[in-house]
Structures are given as structure tokens and as C-alpha cells.
């Protein structure tokens, strides 16, 4: 589509249950990145991709996340065993080439955990 | 590390009265900075990107330009509707940063009838 589309868009979990979040990327971009908006405007990098390979994991919190992008499929950000401080917005967005192109942002996701 | 610091935090405009929003950076090896424009709710709206000092892009009311240490995004009689929260990130291209945005703070725009 012509649009990054994020679903769904508010997720509520108890603490310690599992959290999955889903991203289509703009149709044609080769690119995915996911970012986490914790406080009003602080955007933080969590990982990115270059088609399915994992192309920057630099800000995954390793233990409880993940991530993949499958072939024919929405790309999906999974968080195990959710704590408090994972409350956030979960942006998602893709852009045609890694570098120096912009990146087209979803609404987000917005997860809540009680 | 790739810093970005913008001010104000806040700025509050009557309609029509001119002004400029400021982006200071540091980055190991600039690739590209972009501003956005956000909406309550929304995901960052793509405005601008810049390359290198001396670039200057324009649309509508806004006009984005760039130096080796910061970015100024003028807004020219502004509208109720250019209001928003406005975001400037870096794009680096040192060490493992290849790709990810780093984010300013934002500055959120007000603009009264």
C-alpha cells in the first residue's frame, strides 16, 4: 500500500504476558525500522531491517524482544514477559533504501501495560 | 553518539506572526537531516531532508536550511493548522548508526487565531 500500516492500534497486557505488534511496510521499500516512543517526543532506535535479514539490532533489549520480517508477510515486533517500563508507542517505519531516503512512519502502536 | 537538541521546547505564534524553530546536532558523518511534522496521535509526517550546510528546501509556509552545526526550520505567516509538534533527526554514518533516526526533543507549535 501507500502507507506504513500498523496494527493494532492499542494493545493492553498484564504484566508478564506476551505483546505482539505488526507493520506493513510502504509497498517497494526494502527497508523496516522500529522505534519506541517512551516519554512525549523521545523516539528511541530498536532494530531495523533490509527485506527479512536483520539489518541494525544495536537497540533491542535482547532478552524479552524480538522481531522478524517473513516474505509475504507484515513485519511483527514480539515482547515476552512485558513489564511496566514497556509501556510505550511503537513506531514503525520503512523507506526505500537504508540511508539518505526518508522514512514514512506509521500511527503507531500503543501499548499498554497494566 | 549522535545528539540532537531542539528549541524551544514550546512556542506559541499568532496567526500570521513569522518565526523559526532551531535543531543543533553532532553526528559522525552526516547522511542526512530530516525534520517531520507529528500530530496528536499520529506517526511522524515527513517534511524535509537536508545533506549538507548551505541546503535550503521549501513548502508552503516552511523553509528548512541547514549548517555544519544545526538546522533552522522558518516558518513564514503561519496557519492554526500548521500546528503540531515539529522533529529534527539525524541520520550518521559512524560506527553501528547506519540507517536508525536519532530524535530531538521536538517543538511544539501553537499557532492562535
Known amino acids: 500500500g501507500e502507507e506504513v500500516a500498523q496494527t493494532p492500534k492499542h494493545l493492553v497486557r498484564g504484566e508478564g504476558q506476551k505483546a505482539k505488534l505488526y507493520c506493513a511496510p510502504i509497498k517497494g521499500h526494502s527497508y523496516v525500522f522500529w522505534y519506541q516512543q517512551v516519554l512525549k517526543n523521545e523516539f528511541k532506535f530498536l532494530i531495523s531491517f533490509q527485506n527479512e535479514n536483520v539489518f541494525d539490532e544495536t537497540g533491542m533489549p535482547k532478552e524479552r524482544f524480538s522481531a522478524k520480517c517473513l516474505p509475504n508477510s507484515p513485519c511483527s515486533l514480539e515482547i515476552q514477559a512485558t513489564k511496566l517500563e514497556d509501556s510505550a508507542v511503537y513506531f514503525c517505519?520503512?523507506?526505500?533504501?537504508?540511508?539518505?531516503?526518508?522514512?514514512?512512519f506509521g500511527d503507531g502502536t500503543r501499548l499498554s501495560i497494566l | 553518539e549522535d545528539q540532537v537538541t531542539q528549541s524551544p521546547e514550546a512556542l506559541r505564534l499568532q496567526e500570521g506572526e513569522s518565526s523559526s524553530l532551531n535543531c543543533s546536532y553532532t553526528v559522525s558523518g552526516l547522511r542526512g537531516l530530516f525534520w517531520y511534522r507529528q500530530d496528536p496521535g499520529k506517526g511522524p509526517e515527513f517534511l524535509f531532508t537536508l545533506y549538507s550546510a548551505g541546503e535550503e528546501k521549501e513548502k508552503e509556509r516552511l523553509k528548512a536550511t541547514l549548517t555544519k552545526k544545526e538546522s533552522f526550520l522558518h516558518i513564514t505567516a503561519p496557519k492554526p493548522e500548521d500546528s503540531a509538534t515539529y522533529l529534527c533527526a539525524v541520520q550518521g554514518g559512524g560506527g553501528t548508526s547506519y540507517g536508525k533516526l536519532t530524535f530531538g526533543q521536538g517543538t511544539i507549535l501553537t499557532v492562535h487565531p
Open positions: 517505519a520503512s523507506s526505500q533504501s537504508g540511508v539518505r531516503q526518508p522514512q514514512h
